[in-house]
């Protein structure tokens, strides 16, 4: 059974992660999917697997944090595909450093990517998903039901060392999510949040492989990961797949009543 036939999903910062395993999971259930990334490769590579696989994607390659990409983003999954059911807002990074140490641009970066860009996208989204919805309702019709995933993490449930920057913006798209949820939840919208625990990738792998962006160093140092792995009850870090699960049940009908929820993905952490 393909759950999301005839669905229009866009799923920011999936060219790479838990974002493409999400896309590919979504084009699997018979989605068309907008993969966006800052860099082009790993987008266009992501459209070229979903399409070799007889799936429906594009890329739009860019900042979510661009004032103006939540606008070209939207008119281009309208135009490729005539509308959009699901936004995942999945785009981020972590730039760790301890309070005392941490600058005013590491803290407003955060907030940028993690928080604002989010509420830039969903409030682009009305037309799209509430206007929609009121047409609908005017024609007679019962909404159909749309999506909205934030991506959060358990950093902004309970805080994490390094990180009052990731786990402040983390925190407040959770509050956006129920405010979200709370206004639209009238028009058939669903908002939610997964929050990821350690979860495989190149956020969490081991910052001694050197990864970066824009000259910012990703991963976490080896010896920090294990004593990670160790107090997870599974005893291991997540893979994207198993991530992606969670956002594809929200943005699926077994979720159409899930809404305002935050669901934790941690191997059985923080439980």
């Not at 730039?95 to 907030?111: G, V």
């Not at 206007?131 to 039901?145: L, M």
């Not at 495989?200 to 824009?214: F, P, V, W």
Request: with cysteine; charged share 20%.
């Amino acid at each position: 059974m393909r759950m999301l036939e005839g669905k229009v999903a866009i799923i920011t910062g999936s060219g790479r992660g838990v974002g493409r395993a999400a896309a590919e999971m979504f084009a699997e259930h018979g989605a068309a999917v907008v993969i966006n990334d800052l860099d082009e490769g790993p987008a266009t590579e992501v459209v070229s697997a979903i399409k070799e696989k007889g799936g429906q994607a594009i890329a739009v390659v860019g900042s979510v944090t661009d004032p103006g990409f939540p606008k070209r983003v939207f008119e281009e999954a309208v135009g490729a595909f005539g509308r959009v059911d699901i936004l995942v807002n999945n785009a981020g990074y972590t730039w760790d450093s301890l309070i005392h140490k941490m600058t005013d641009e590491q803290f407003q970066a955060m907030l940028d990517v993690h928080l604002i860009a989010p509420f830039r996208l969903i409030r682009e989204a009305t037309p799209y998903f509430v206007g929609a919805a009121k047409e609908e309702a005017e024609q007679g019709q019962t909404p159909s039901v749309r999506k909205i995933i934030n991506v959060s993490s358990v950093s902004g449930v309970m805080g994490n060392v390094g990180q009052a920057n990731y786990s402040s913006a983390k925190a407040g798209v959770i509050g956006l999510t129920k405010a979200v949820a709370r206004e639209w939840g009238q028009f058939n919208i669903n908002c939610n949040a997964v929050a990821f625990g350690l979860i495989d990738t190149r956020l969490t792998q081991a910052k001694e492989k050197g990864e970066n962006i824009d000259g910012i160093a990703l991963g976490i140092p080896e010896k920090v990961r294990q004593m990670i792995e160790m107090q997870i009850p599974q005893r291991r870090a997540g893979t994207p797949e198993e991530a992606a699960g969670a956002i594809f049940y929200l943005a699926s009908p077994l979720s159409n009543y899930v809404n305002g929820h935050v669901l934790n993905i941690t191997g059985g952490s923080y439980t």
